[in-house]
């Protein structure tokens, strides 16, 4: 049961492009949004989240946009460079079985910027 | 340095031997993490734990064991009852009770043969 879906699987932009990646969930425990980069051979590092108050955050070239509604997420990377050429996850966080905290991620998506 | 460490970054075994990969942190973090990341999978949740003497079955833990005797300890041992265990391993960390960053170590590669 995947409890976060991500897409597309892969991704291939111009340099100066928009990236875009899409996730959904379906648990409405679910209250934080995370976006995680991970280069080949590291751990994933945070690289914006959001909580569902807000449907929009940004910093920098990177921008998360949230429709609790539709129960979706996405990430869009700006201007994008080959040095945002990585894999990125989006996660979620909320409350799971036994009071625990809980962070699944989706599958993951690997963008190629060319330059 | 404060942060999250994960020993060996490669390790092999022979199929039959139980393994345990370690995963230690000096943030003062509540809440630790293992997941498991094959190509095309994404990283899937295999123990989790909020507390000491406390820990949750993740979504795939199936031949996997855990202890969360100290705060900064959560070590995972991959026995031989798990049937497909050559992976990338990945631990984390994170704050907890409100869902904040989770910080990652760089990974155990174990290879089974």
């Known amino acids: 049961q995947q409890q976060v879906k991500q897409s597309p699987q892969s991704l291939i932009v111009q340099k100066g492009g928009i990236s875009i990646i899409n996730c959904a969930y379906e648990?409405?425990?679910?209250?934080?949004f995370p976006w995680y980069q991970q280069f080949p051979g590291k751990g994933p590092a945070l690289l914006i989240a959001?909580?569902?108050?807000?449907s929009e955050k940004k910093e920098g070239r990177f921008t998360i946009s949230f429709n609790k509604s539709a129960k979706q997420f996405s990430l869009h990377i700006m201007d994008s460079q080959p040095g945002d050429s990585a894999t990125y996850f989006c996660?979620?966080?909320?409350?799971?079985?036994?009071?625990?905290?809980?962070?699944?991620f989706g599958k993951g998506t690997k963008l190629t910027v060319n330059p | 340095d404060g942060g999250i460490t994960q020993s060996p970054k490669y390790l092999f075994r022979k199929e039959g031997q139980n393994v345990t990969l370690s995963c230690e942190q000096n943030?003062?973090?509540?809440?630790m993490y293992w997941y498991r990341q094959d190509p095309g999978q994404g990283l899937r949740l295999i123990y989790y734990?909020?507390?000491?003497?406390?820990?949750q079955k993740g979504d795939i833990a199936e031949g996997y064991s855990v202890s969360r005797e100290k705060k900064e300890s959560f070590p995972l041992t991959v026995t031989s009852a798990q049937k497909n265990p050559t992976a990338f391993y990945l631990c984390?960390?994170?704050?907890?009770?409100?869902?904040?960053?989770?910080?990652f170590g760089q990974g155990t590669r174990l290879t089974v043969v």
């Open positions: 996660a979620a966080s909320g409350i799971g079985q036994g009071g625990s905290e809980k962070l699944v």
């Open positions: 984390a960390s994170s704050a907890g009770g409100g869902s904040t960053e989770a910080f």
């Open positions: 734990s909020q507390i000491v003497n406390d820990f």
């Open positions: 648990n409405t425990a679910f209250d934080y």
């Open positions: 959001i909580r569902p108050d807000v």
């Open positions: 943030l003062n973090h509540d809440a």
